[in-house]
């Protein structure tokens, strides 16, 4: 899951469609959230959590805007949980960076279905012990090596 992150050629395809889509209009938003396979679900959620290792510094904010994008893409297409997981190590990957990343998740809740409105604000809003945690159960290893040393 965690190799090769952002150079896997689904990853490239999303990121060109997240960029695309937060300067859709609503109805252009629609037709992308309609054209993405439900079955692609999984590799969606892989893509959030793997551009998170791509955030390297407080340059790096399109991935995470990439990764929010793509949850909204998704629209809720798969397991809550699951997509909470993602936004957290999502969210995680741009803060332990110095990124602010309040704006951005308020940013793309403006712009997605009320469907998954609960789901953002729930990954923006989780406490900061809950946040360490799902990294510690989820997280990319490379983190986890970097502490213990």
Known sequence: MWSNAGGRPLDSQLTTLAD???????????QIRDAV??????????????????????????WLRRGLAVAAIANGGFDYPDLI?????????AERVGIKTRKHFNDVIKITETD???????????AESAVKAT???????????K???
């Open 135 to 145: 990294i510690r159960e989820f997280g990319p290893p490379q983190w986890l090596r």
């Open 85 to 93: 997981i993602s936004l957290v190590i999502l969210r995680h990957g």
């Open 147 to 149: 502490r213990s040393t």
């Open 20 to 30: 695309l889509y937060w300067d859709a209009t609503t109805d252009q938003r629609r």
């Open 37 to 62: 396979n439900p079955r692609l679900a999984w590799e969606l959620l892989a893509y959030i959590r793997r551009v998170a290792i791509l955030i390297e510094n407080k340059g790096d904010v399109q």
């Open 116 to 126: 998954i409105h609960h789901v953002l604000r729930n990954a923006r809003d989780h």
